[in-house]
C-alpha cells in the first residue's frame, strides 16, 4: 500500500472505522489521497467507481487499499447511490465516515461566462456537485448510529472570484452553505458535517478548467508555503476530520491551500 511521508507519526486512530469514499477517478484523485489516509490510519473502505469505462483505472488502487465494499455510483443514475448504502447496511450495518470528493458540469457551460450558462446546465452542476452531497447525507444518517463525519470538497472559488471557476463559484457556494446547514441539522446526533477546500492540484477534473496552469503557477508563486499542495495533504487534514481529534468541529471549510487563501 502507498504511505505518505507522515506515516510513521500516525496510529490507527480510524481502526475499526467504515469509511465511504466517493470520487476516486485515477490515482491523481483528491479522494485518492483521502482513502489513502483513511486505510492507514486503520479504516476499512467502501469505494466507488463512476461507470464501466472508469472502472479499470479504479479497481486496481481499490483492490491495494483493500476495500471491503466496491460499487458502481453515477450520481445522475437513480438508485445507484442507493444501492451503495444499501451494501453498506447489508456488510457493515453501519457507517462512520462519507467523503464527497465530486463535481461535474457539462463542458460549454463551465467555459463560458456564468451568466451565458444554461438551465440545464446549471441544474447538473447543482444536482452533482451539491445536491448529491444532501441525498449522501440522507442515507447515511440512520447507518451513522454512533455518530460519524460527512465531508464534502470545495474550493476558495465559492468565496472569492477565481477567474474562469464560473458555474462552479456559485455551486460551490451551495455546497458550503448545505455543509453547514446539514451540521446543524445533524449535529444533534453527533454527525459532524464539513467543507474542505483545497488549493489547486492537477487532476483530470481541474483540466476542465481554463487556464488552470496559470492558476497553479500563482498558487506556487503567492502561497505563504511557496510551493503547491498534494493529495496526501488533503487527505492528512480530511482525516483528521473524522478523527476524535476534531470532535467538537462541525460545519465550517478547512482550507488546505498552503496560506494562499490569506493573500490578496
Ligand atoms: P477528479 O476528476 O479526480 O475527481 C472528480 C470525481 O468526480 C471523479 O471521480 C468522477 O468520476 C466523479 N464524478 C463526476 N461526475 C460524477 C457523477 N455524475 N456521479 C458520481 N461521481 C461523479 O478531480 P478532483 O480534483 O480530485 O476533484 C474532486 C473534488 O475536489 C471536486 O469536488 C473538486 O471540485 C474538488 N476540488 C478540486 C481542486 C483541484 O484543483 N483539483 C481544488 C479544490 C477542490
Request: hydrophobic letters at 40%; proline letters at 5%.
Amino acid at each position: 500500500m502507498p504511505e505518505t511521508s507522515d506515516a510513521p507519526l500516525l496510529s490507527k486512530v480510524l481502526h475499526g472505522k467504515r469509511a465511504l469514499v466517493i470520487g476516486i477517478a485515477n490515482e491523481q484523485s483528491i479522494a485518492y489521497g483521502c482513502a489513502r489516509v483513511f486505510r492507514q490510519l486503520g479504516a476499512d473502505l467502501a469505494i466507488t467507481y463512476l461507470n464501466d469505462k472508469a472502472r479499470p483505472y479504479v479497481e486496481p488502487l481499490a483492490q491495494a487499499l483493500e476495500a471491503r465494499i466496491f460499487a458502481p455510483c453515477d450520481f445522475s443514475h437513480s438508485g445507484e447511490l442507493e444501492e451503495v448504502f444499501g451494501q453498506i447496511e447489508k456488510r457493515w450495518g453501519r457507517l462512520d465516515i462519507a467523503l464527497h470528493s465530486v463535481a461535474y458540469a457539462p463542458r460549454e457551460d463551465l467555459r463560458g461566462r456564468l451568466v451565458d450558462s444554461s438551465d440545464e446546465g446549471f441544474k447538473v452542476a447543482m444536482d452533482i456537485s451539491c445536491h448529491s452531497f444532501i441525498r449522501m447525507a440522507r442515507l447515511a444518517e440512520p447507518l451513522m448510529t454512533e455518530g460519524g463525519t460527512l465531508i464534502a470538497m470545495s474550493y476558495h472559488g465559492a468565496n472569492k472570484v477565481v477567474p474562469h471557476y464560473n458555474l462552479m463559484g456559485p455551486v460551490k457556494a451551495a455546497l458550503e452553505s448545505t455543509v453547514r446547514y446539514l451540521a446543524y441539522e445533524l449535529g444533534p446526533k453527533d454527525i459532524r458535517v464539513h467543507a474542505v477546500s483545497p488549493g489547486p492540484l492537477k487532476t483530470r477534473a481541474a483540466s476542465g478548467l481554463k487556464d488552470f496552469d496559470v492558476l497553479l503557477a500563482d498558487a506556487t508563486e503567492r502561497s505563504p508555503i511557496g510551493e503547491l499542495i498534494d493529495i496526501d495533504d488533503v487527505g492528512l487534514t480530511t482525516a483528521f476530520l473524522a478523527t476524535p481529534f476534531a470532535r467538537r468541529l462541525t460545519g465550517t471549510t478547512t482550507y488546505v491551500d498552503g496560506g494562499l487563501s490569506i493573500m490578496a
